[in-house]
C-alpha cells in the first residue's frame, strides 16, 4: 500500500506518547494512548495552534498502531505530492491520521476524497484522527457533510503549553533522548527562541546532535556556539 500510495512520510524518531508533555492535556492524552484498544470504528478531531502537540499526538498513534500489529497511515496535507486520489486509495480497515487539515478546507476535490474516506473507513472498522487549527465547523468547507461527520466525533481542543510549563516539557524531551539539561540551559534556551513546544523541542533535537558530533555537554556556552547553526 505505501508503494501503490507513494507516500514516503517517515515518523520522527523521537516522537511518542511517552515523551508528550501532557500539560492541560492529560485527558487527551489518555484517550489517544489507549486509541489502539478499541475495536470499534473511532473518529477523532483534534484542533489548536501551531505548536501545540497535534502532530506529535498523531505520529505517536500512528507508531503505536502499527507497532501493535495493525496499519495506520500518518498522511500531512501539507507534504508535496500528495492528492486526493492517493488518499482515497488507502484501505478502509486502517488507521488514517490526517495532520494540518487546513492546507486543504475549501478545496472541493480534496474535500470530496476525504468524506469518501471517512465512509470506507467507518463502514469498514477503521479510524481517522484529523488535525487542523480550527474546529471543524471554522474551517469554511464547502461540503457541510464533511463538516457534520468530522464534528459528530470526538473533538479535543489541543492546549498549547504556556511559560511556567515549557521547562518541564523540556526536561522531558532531554531526558527521552537520555541528555540533562541544565536549569541555566533551559532559560537561555527560552530566553532565545520561539517559546513554542514544537520550535523548541526542534531546537534541542539539534542541539542534541551537535553535542554528540562535538562530545560536549549542552551547556550555555556551547548552545552560543553553535546558536546560528541552530537558527537555520
Not at 8 to 18: K, N, Q, T, Y
Not at 123 to 147: I, Y
Not at 211 to 222: E, G, K, N, S
Request: glycine share 6%.
Amino acid at each position: 500500500m505505501t508503494r501503490q500510495l507513494k507516500l514516503p512520510i517517515r515518523l520522527h524518531d523521537s516522537v511518542s506518547f511517552a515523551n508528550f508533555f501532557s500539560g492541560d492535556n492529560h485527558e487527551l492524552l489518555v484517550s489517544m494512548a489507549g486509541f489502539t484498544k478499541q475495536n470499534t470504528a473511532r473518529i477523532f478531531f483534534l484542533y489548536g495552534s501551531t505548536g501545540a502537540g497535534k502532530s506529535h499526538l498523531l505520529q505517536s498513534l500512528s507508531r503505536q498502531t502499527s507497532e501493535s500489529g495493525k496499519s495506520a497511515f500518518y498522511v500531512p496535507m501539507t507534504e508535496p505530492g500528495l492528492s486526493p486520489a492517493l488518499v482515497t486509495e488507502l484501505a478502509e480497515s486502517c488507521l488514517v491520521c490526517i495532520d494540518d487539515l487546513d492546507a486543504v478546507a475549501g478545496q472541493l476535490e480534496w474535500e470530496e476524497a476525504l468524506l469518501a474516506l471517512y465512509e470506507r473507513l467507518l463502514s469498514g472498522g477503521g479510524a481517522l484522527v484529523v488535525s487542523a487549527e480550527q474546529a471543524p465547523n471554522q474551517l469554511g468547507f464547502q461540503l457541510a457533510d464533511l463538516t457534520s461527520r468530522l464534528a459528530a466525533g470526538t473533538v479535543y481542543a489541543v492546549k498549547a503549553l504556556n511559560e511556567e510549563q515549557l521547562p518541564g516539557a523540556m526536561r522531558l524531551r532531554a531526558k527521552a533522548r537520555g541528555l540533562t539539561l541544565p536549569d541555566r540551559t533551559i532559560e537561555y534556551l527560552l530566553r532565545r527562541f520561539t517559546r513554542d513546544s514544537s520550535s523548541l523541542f526542534s531546537i534541542l533535537d539539534r542541539a542534541d546532535e551537535a553535542a554528540l558530533q562535538f562530545q560536549r555537554r549542552l551547556t550555555v556556552p556551547f548552545i552560543k556556539e553553535i546558536e546560528r547553526s541552530l537558527l537555520r
